[in-house]
């Protein structure tokens, strides 16, 4: 498992960084700084797939690469799911869903635990024998496609209470 430091691992490199410039915001916890996190959680989701595309484009493929692409994906969720909801950022859902956002945060953080211990057994088991990297499944990637746009909405705290419920019970379901 080599890495090389080419153009699709420096936008994973700066998705981490904006994981980090996210989650110092939402500790903020002003208006301002809950917009910018907002803002820069689209630029770090809208970027997620030019890694990819930029890797197969650019002929730089590498599973190291791609390992480290699923782990900023949960950088990115995660810490900003957990600190917008510390904030009471997903208030105005309060009377649309029992128990809210926590059936919503206890799906999102269970598939992120659920991809890296994928990533991490995988690692494992490439030490005795060389194993394919899977391709992520339909369902993972509707999944994500999902879990994000509500982070956003809860965060930025666009659109109806309705459409950020909706979100919350599409990514349970």
Do not use: C, H
């Amino acid at each position: 498992l080599s890495w090389s430091f080419n153009t699709p691992n420096a936008v994973t490199i700066v998705r981490v960084a904006l994981a980090i410039v996210i989650a110092w915001l939402l500790l903020q916890g002003g208006a301002t700084e809950i917009l910018l996190a907002g803002i820069l959680l689209i630029v770090g989701w809208t970027t997620d797939g030019l890694d990819g595309l930029l890797a197969r484009r650019m002929g730089q493929s590498t599973l190291a690469g791609a390992l480290f692409d699923l782990v900023a994906d949960r950088m990115l969720m995660t810490p900003t799911l957990i600190l917008a909801i510390a904030g009471g950022l997903w208030s105005r859902t309060a009377g649309l869903m029992p128990f809210n956002p926590y059936p919503y945060a206890i799906t999102v953080v269970a598939a992120d635990l659920t991809v890296l211990a994928g990533v991490f057994t995988f690692i494992w088991k490439r030490r005795s024998r060389a194993i394919p990297f899977p391709a992520p499944t339909l369902i993972a990637r509707i999944t994500y496609s999902v879990q994000m746009p509500t982070l956003v909405v809860g965060i930025l705290g666009v659109g109806p209470d309705m459409l950020l419920a909706a979100l919350l019970y599409l990514t349970i379901i």
